[in-house]
């Protein structure tokens, strides 16, 4: 069993930053696959950066590429999402997500439904 608490969410200016970090607890986080996702009102839960458990597989969605960096540190149980040049378009609740996947492969890390552990979300709100 793992719990995931996010933190770091607000209020920014378009084209500032935000670095959002995810708290886990439980056994054997370093060996967990870890995701953010995102979800607009009205709109689908889309995945935004995953990683895998030692850090060499990290996939971007194509919106955020290049201004977004997720990182982990296993020995904190930690993993953080640094946003940059951030615009009014990724204004959304974002989710913290984790999953003990044995496959790493850009299909399973940026699937929603291969992840079995869910943070609550925090909002985050770029103002143009």
């Known amino acids: 069993q793992v719990q995931l608490v996010e933190s770091g969410g607000g209020l920014v200016q378009a084209g500032g930053s935000l670095r959002l970090s995810c708290a886990a607890s439980g056994r054997a986080f370093s060996t967990y696959a870890m995701g953010w996702f995102r979800q607009a009102p009205g709109k689908e839960r889309d995945f935004v950066a995953a990683?895998?458990?030692?850090?060499?597989?990290?996939y971007y969605s194509d919106s955020v590429k290049d201004r977004f960096t997720i990182s982990r540190d296993n020995a904190e149980n930690m993993v953080y999402l640094q946003m940059d040049s951030l615009k009014p378009e990724d204004t959304a609740v974002y989710y913290c997500?984790?999953?003990?996947?044995?496959?790493?492969?850009?299909?399973?890390?940026?699937?929603?439904?291969?992840?079995?552990?869910w943070g609550q979300g925090i909002q985050v709100t770029v103002s143009s």
């Open positions: 997500a984790a999953d003990k996947m044995y496959i790493l492969t850009p299909v399973t890390m940026t699937s929603a439904s291969k992840y079995e552990y």
């Open positions: 990683i895998g458990w030692n850090s060499v597989d990290t």
